[in-house]
């Protein structure tokens, strides 16, 4: 995705401790043509998984998931990073996460009733840096005894690692950019 790669070139910044800012037009303010294009990307290549629902975390994977959701026809569920009033005492899938950004632990939490084992579940996120909120909601796939059909991210750090570890355990990891180098303010993507 070429026009993504450029979209980092000109308007995303680097900033101390390996942190890509994209608040211009991927987290804060979201760029909603931007986000067709990437939506459309990510159901060209997983259409033919019978993708049933997708799964992203709050907040900023939702603007993408719901994007990508229209194409798919499904609904979007997200995991909440704690327990909030409104959820009652329902149900719920959870798993640990150490947050890259936030540098603390969060639980994420899913309410049972919305994966069932009869879903086909794509997980959508923005970032992959270390692979925790995806091992995460691997692992809510798992508990819900779902089938996961795969994982798209917006931009991927492959210089941290975790893209490639999740390739090697077979899962089909679509990436719109990967970054393969991030210094001294520069951002080298991989070809
Ligand atoms: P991971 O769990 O893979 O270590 O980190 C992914 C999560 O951390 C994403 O949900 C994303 O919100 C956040 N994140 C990780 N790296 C970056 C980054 O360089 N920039 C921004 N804006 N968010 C990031």
């Known amino acids: ?9 000109s308007k995303g910044k680097v900033l101390p401790g390996n942190i890509l800012k994209v608040d211009s037009f991927l ?15 990510i159901y060209a ?3 033919d998984c019978g993708v049933t629902k997708i ?39 959870s798993a640990d996460c150490y947050s890259f950004t936030h540098k603390n632990m969060n639980t994420l939490i899913v309410n049972n009733e919305f994966i069932s084992p009869s879903d086909t579940v794509l997980i959508i996120d923005d970032f992959l840096a270390n692979g925790e909120a995806c091992k995460a909601l ?4 798992s508990q819900a005894k779902a089938k996961l059909a795969g994982i798209a991210i917006e931009i991927e750090k492959g ?6 570890e ?12 990967v970054i393969d180098k991030m210094e001294d303010g520069k951002i080298v993507f991989r070809s």
């Open 27 to 41: 987290n804060t303010q979201i760029d909603i043509e931007l986000m067709k294009e990437l939506g459309k990307d």
């Open 55 to 93: 799964l992203t975390v709050e907040a900023s994977g939702i603007g993408i998931a719901c994007i990508t959701a229209q194409f798919f026809n499904c609904n979007v569920v997200f995991a909440k990073k704690s327990r909030t009033k409104n959820m009652g005492d329902c149900g719920v899938y």
């Open 138 to 141: 691997m692992s809510i796939v």
């Open 45 to 47: 290549h997983f259409k």
């Open 1 to 9: 995705m070429k026009y993504l790669e450029q979209m980092i070139l």
């Open 159 to 164: 210089f941290q690692g975790a893209g490639d």
């Open 166 to 177: 999740l390739r090697k355990q077979g899962v089909d990891l679509y990436s719109l950019a």
